[in-house]
């Protein structure tokens, strides 16, 4: 059977919680049954998108008020929530990588409160050849969900630093 992601692996919760970096990516509905516990510590990288349409209606995310991956955190509370990684579909993690310093390197926002987990992700995402832009604190997350810049588009470093310039949260 062929799969839909090239090179993914399926393994237990187990093996992902012993990773230094676990990626979250799956429905946005299934967040809450992934033992939290299990990643007390870990760098976690929320690359879900709420949408309504696939997931229902959930209450938690329906809301406006707070970004989904603030919601997410508040869940994994003891894990460093960061959001990045959403905003490039599987299908072109491999097609858009390029060498560094290649002009016109798509670029990734990775959006987080602990500078850490920040950083691992920026080094992360940079090796597997993107360039990466820090979008500022989770909060800022929001400027890169459905439906915002650059959810629906290919950037480059400049245009997605622009879009971060005037509303970078410190962390």
């Not at 991956?69 to 299908?91: I, L």
């Not at 990734?108 to 920026?122: E, H, S």
């Amino acid at each position: 059977m062929a799969s839909s992601a090239p090179g993914a692996e399926a393994v237990s919760a187990g093996e992902v919680a012993s990773t230094d970096i676990v990626i979250m990516a799956m429905p946005l509905h299934k967040y809450t049954p992934l033992d939290a516990q299990a990643l007390h510590g870990k760098t976690v990288v929320d690359a879900m998108n709420y949408w309504a349409g696939a997931d229902g209606q959930i209450a938690d995310f329906a809301q406006p008020l707070l970004p989904s991956s603030q919601v997410v955190a508040g869940h994994h509370s003891g894990s460093h929530v960061t959001k990045s990684s959403h905003h490039v579909g599987y299908h072109e993690l491999e097609p858009d990588a390029s060498p560094a310093h290649t002009t016109g390197r798509r670029a990734l926002a990775v959006a987080g409160d602990n500078a850490q987990a920040k950083a691992n992700v920026l080094d992360f995402i940079h090796r597997l050849g993107f360039d990466c832009v820090d979008a500022g604190a989770l909060s800022a997350g929001r400027q890169f969900e459905p439906g915002n810049p650059p959810f629906n588009g290919r950037v480059d470093t400049a245009q997605l630093s622009a879009l971060f310039a005037d509303s970078k949260d410190s962390i």
